[in-house]
């Protein structure tokens, strides 16, 4: 699509936003950037946009000549699909894109491009770094933080990227193609925007509809919505697997992680590739992201060697299950990132001793059920916060919990964790809600927690 000299809409003045209307000024469209907040500070946001040709600012509204206008509509994530005002430019037939979409329309070289409901920000840093190992041009971006948008006229036709795309950033591709796809799982989440589990699911798998039998998606076997997915995949499918051996596809073995592939002449062929205590992550969520990692960077072109290197090398990605220290003989992790109960079922499960547990925030319509069964007798004191604390104490009483501690602040619900807590036991930050309400994202909320347990012991 032709939109130079013309106006694109952009509809949010966060990261994403100001992303896309960075590329858009660098490639001779018109830029206006909308945020239906009209309390923000026009100046404000041109400070964060910087200098940007021909943008401009409008908040509140948009008037209906600047509407007519328009040839392009550029959504951020956090914009719904059915937002009311985007109706009036399906109606008159104008394309509406997101980040992901905009920034692949620039974009040169070859991508790998992962989702799942948990593991996504963990196997992109990931590839990531196996990708810097041994090319010299790479980039991550996406859902991780760093907008697509940002780097995207910075790609050589030798550039690798590897790209952490949410469902959010799903609902908006047209055109999206990787090289390499990746659907790590997919459990309920975000249903207060997708409504329905059927609506979630096709829209993870989105992200191989434009591939052909040339590229290849990497599946988990376990997963019963991804391995259903597998026989009807456009692109050739490897799975892998944490719990039983694999004819073809990356599994785990013992505490082996192994590889099979059928070669035309010799048939099936086993390879031992490295032993899970060998790595500094914790947890079995950690092991299939590692497996789905190997697969994407073999597939990819990366020596085994040098993907194996750079797994025993690699560290938690900061706010998953994230070590942060040990106090008064207590062990403190910060999972702030376990926004939803699947992700927190993976944290609880990666402990090993008795656990003191903060959960609760904002609630996205999640039942929390398999997280509280989960807890397998280890969780000696659970406290809660937030917008859920009520919804989820009632659903642990029904499974049994008896010591449950409701607190009003953050501050408060450390404060009793450290009161609960005995040496040898551990103290875990993995809410099963999203951090909204109470912080702006689950970064400031992990940040503190970090901060909390440096000031224990210091007066």
């Not at 059915?82 to 920034?103: N, S």
């Not at 991508?111 to 041994?134: C, H, M, S, Y």
Request: charged share 25%.
């Amino acid at each position: 699509m032709n939109i130079q000299g013309k106006k694109v809409l952009i509809v949010g003045s966060g990261k994403s936003g100001i992303g896309a209307a960075r590329l858009l000024g660098k490639t001779g469209a018109h830029p206006v950037l909308f945020d239906s907040n009209d309390t923000l500070e026009k100046d404000k946001i041109r400070e964060k946009a910087g200098e940007i040709p021909e943008l401009e600012i409008l908040l509140g509204v948009v008037p209906e000549e600047v509407q007519k206008e328009i040839a392009l509509v550029v959504i951020s994530p956090g914009v719904p699909v059915d937002a009311p005002e985007l109706a009036k430019y399906r109606e008159r037939q104008i394309p509406i894109w997101g980040e992901i979409e905009l920034a692949y329309a620039f974009a040169k070289g070859r991508i790998a491009a992962i989702t799942g409901t948990n593991g996504k920000t963990t196997t992109t840093t990931l590839v990531g770094e196996i990708f810097g190992a041994f090319y010299s041009s790479v980039y991550v971006v996406g859902n991780i933080g760093n907008p697509y948008t940002d780097v995207a006229l910075e790609t050589k036709e030798d550039t690798v990227t590897a790209a952490e795309i949410s469902s959010f950033q799903l609902e908006t591709i047209h055109t999206f193609k990787p090289q390499v796809s990746a659907i790590l799982n997919i459990t309920p989440d975000h249903l207060n925007r997708h409504h329905t589990m059927e609506c979630y699911v096709k829209t993870k798998e989105a992200i191989a509809r434009n591939q052909t039998g040339e590229d290849v998606c990497v599946l988990n076997y376990e997963d019963s919505y991804t391995r259903d997915f597998g026989s009807r995949c456009p692109a050739r499918v490897i799975f892998f697997s944490s719990k039983r051996e694999l004819e073809e596809g990356i599994y785990l073995e013992g505490d082996e992680i192994c590889m099979a592939v059928q070669l035309p002449e010799k048939g099936r062929e086993k390879q031992v590739l490295m032993n899970i205590h060998d790595m500094n992550l914790v947890g079995m969520c950690n092991v299939e992201n590692v497996m789905a990692a190997i697969a994407i960077c073999h597939t990819m072109g990366v020596p085994m060697d040098v993907i194996l290197k750079t797994v025993r090398e690699f560290k938690a990605v900061e706010h998953r299950i994230e070590f942060v220290g040990v106090k008064g003989g207590v062990a403190y992790y910060n999972d702030s990132k376990g926004t939803n109960p699947d992700a927190a079922i993976q944290g609880i499960r990666a402990m090993d001793r008795p656990t003191v547990l903060i959960g609760g925030g904002y609630d996205k319509e999640s039942q929390y059920d398999e997280w509280i069964e989960a807890f397998d007798g280890k969780v000696k004191a659970l406290v809660l916060i937030g917008q859920t604390r009520d919804k989820i104490a009632a659903c642990a009483r029904a499974h049994g919990v008896k010591n449950i501690i409701l607190a009003d602040t953050f501050e408060e619900a450390f404060a009793i964790c450290v009161e609960q807590a005995a040496p040898g036991d551990a103290v875990l930050l993995s809410p099963a809600c999203a951090s909204w309400g109470m912080f702006p994202n689950y970064e400031v909320r992990g940040k503190m927690f970090k901060e909390l347990v440096e000031k224990i012991g210091v007066q």
